[in-house]
């Protein structure tokens, strides 16, 4: 990171979920033929999801092979929806069990052990309060896959209303 | 104006469906149009002016297309798409914004009709099967083009000459019958019973000592007085009151004639006139459309105290008559 001082919540390994994500998407579009086979299916998921306003928070679990939870939610959150940041998100991926983590630390601060954040209040759909932008959901998902296809499948339905 | 193209455009899409892929759609309208054909286009003889004759069927036809067609587009396709809203937008509002390739957007599209009944999924299939015809190295097209994206492509063809058969079909029913003989034969199977005329009745006004009406110094009273006829012969004559005066109306009583064209063609003999109380401007021979369960009247004027020798026919359109009757041969 030499000359770039990046935000504390962004550094470790909570982009991982981002990049994994991203470049699935960046390899369905630029070398769609080097992608085998048995995954041909998913090329228009991958090819036709609209990533513009998808935050991603997820860490990689390598026991289990799936996304794992992140640290410090809030200041991530806070990030994601800072003021003049065009466009919003409208949606942020995270992994399945990030609502346990986020209860953890919430422990933590009441126990008064280490310097963590405190979650931010959170309603019963996953939505997030964020900066005065109304609430930002949260969908939680194992992988990327299961995120392209969460993601897919709502983008379609909100399409069938406009075509 | 955005939205009004949109409701547009979409209305076309919807249309050009039904027309083009759904024969319980054109079915429906076909049969609704030839029932509007059947009931308001009584081939010139309706109440209304000639052009709600011959046109009435086709607003009605236009209506029901109409109707038919925002009902599939309200009911069969934007219900069911504002059912299946995501609990979340991932697209943050900017759905008319997204471009996909073609082949992308019949994935798309193949999703999507999977999401609703038969009527939604036809369509979809539909839409996805326009949007493979544009072809896969077609470059990316943005949300909002899609529906008109394949309009202008000539695969586009035959699905605007399914829009262009309902035009024909109503320019079919409007000429055809007119210089045919179809609409004598439908008329002859939907109406069995023989056409003829059944009544005369004699209107006139007798100088009469009992006043009913006063005119000056003239005391004038009503006669209204059928025609007397030996059984069912077609030979009518005048009687008692009506015998006495030299002119009147006669009220011509027939059978229905529906949805065909059928005419009264009255001529005179020496001793009388026709359509006018004046003998000079009189005439001898004059024709009326009937009008389908009405009374058809006209004015008569005995000139000389010879017989009326008047006969009045039942003629089609091409002139032949049906049937006969005379007033005082």
């Known amino acids: 990171m030499n000359g770039l001082e990046l935000p504390t919540p962004f550094h470790g390994d909570s982009h991982f979920g981002a990049v994994a994500i991203g470049l699935a998407q960046a390899v369905a579009l630029t070398s769609s033929s080097r992608i085998r086979s048995g995954a041909q299916a998913l090329l228009p998921i991958l090819q036709s999801t609209s990533l513009e306003r998808v935050a991603v928070s997820a860490a990689w679990n390598e ?32 992994a399945t069990d990030q609502d346990e983590q986020d209860e953890r630390e919430k422990k933590l601060n009441s126990a008064g052990e280490g310097k963590i954040e405190l979650p931010l209040p959170r309603n019963a759909e996953l939505n997030y309060p964020m900066n005065g932008r109304g609430l930002l959901r949260c969908l939680p998902v194992r992988d990327p896959i299961e995120a392209f296809h969460h993601l897919w499948e709502a983008q379609t339905r909100s399409l069938a209303r406009c075509l | ?228 006829r030996e059984g069912s012969s077609s030979v009518y004559a005048r009687t008692d009151k009506c015998v006495r005066v030299p002119f009147g109306d006669f009220v011509v009583s027939s059978t229905r004639f529906p949805r065909v064209y059928r005419s009264l063609v009255v001529s005179c003999g020496q001793g009388c006139g026709l359509d006018s109380r004046d003998t000079d401007h009189a005439k001898k021979t004059m024709e009326m459309p009937v009008i389908p369960g009405q009374d058809l009247s006209f004015m008569w004027i005995q000139t000389t105290s010879d017989p009326l020798k008047m006969t009045i026919a039942l003629a089609r359109q091409d002139g032949s008559t049906l049937y006969k009757a005379a007033i005082e041969p």
């Open chain 1, 63 to 94: 026991q289990k092979c799936e996304f794992s939870p992140v640290g410090s939610m809030q200041s991530k959150l806070v990030g994601f929806c800072m003021p003049g940041l065009e466009p919003s998100p409208a949606i942020c991926v995270t």
């Open chain 2, 1 to 228: 104006v955005r939205a009004l193209s949109g409701n547009l455009t979409a209305f076309l899409n919807v249309a050009l469906f039904l027309l083009s892929a759904s024969k319980a759609a054109w079915l429906f309208i076909g049969l609704a149009t030839l029932g509007a054909w059947w009931f308001l286009s009584d081939y010139y003889f309706a109440l209304w002016p000639w052009w709600m004759d011959r046109f009435a069927f086709i607003a009605c036809s236009f209506a029901i297309f109409f109707a038919v067609t925002e009902a599939v587009l309200w009911i069969g396709i934007r219900r069911p798409a504002r059912r299946c809203a995501p609990d979340f937008d991932s697209l943050g509002g900017s759905n008319r914004e997204l471009k996909l390739t073609p082949v992308n957007w019949c994935a798309t599209l193949d999703v999507i009709a999977c999401q609703g009944g038969r009527l939604w999924a036809a369509y979809w299939h539909w839409y996805c099967a326009r949007i493979k015809h544009l072809g896969f190295d077609h470059e990316p097209i943005c949300a909002n083009r899609l529906r008109t994206s394949w309009w202008f492509h000539p695969s586009a063809i035959p699905q605007w000459m399914t829009l262009g058969c309902l035009p024909a079909f109503w320019a079919l029913l409007l000429l055809a019958p007119l210089h045919t003989n179809v609409m004598e034969h439908i008329a002859d199977i939907a109406g069995p019973k023989p056409q003829e005329i059944f009544n005369v009745l004699c209107l006139t006004e007798l100088q009469d000592g009992a006043a009913t009406e006063s005119r000056g110094d003239i005391h004038l009273r009503a006669v209204s007085e059928p025609l007397t």
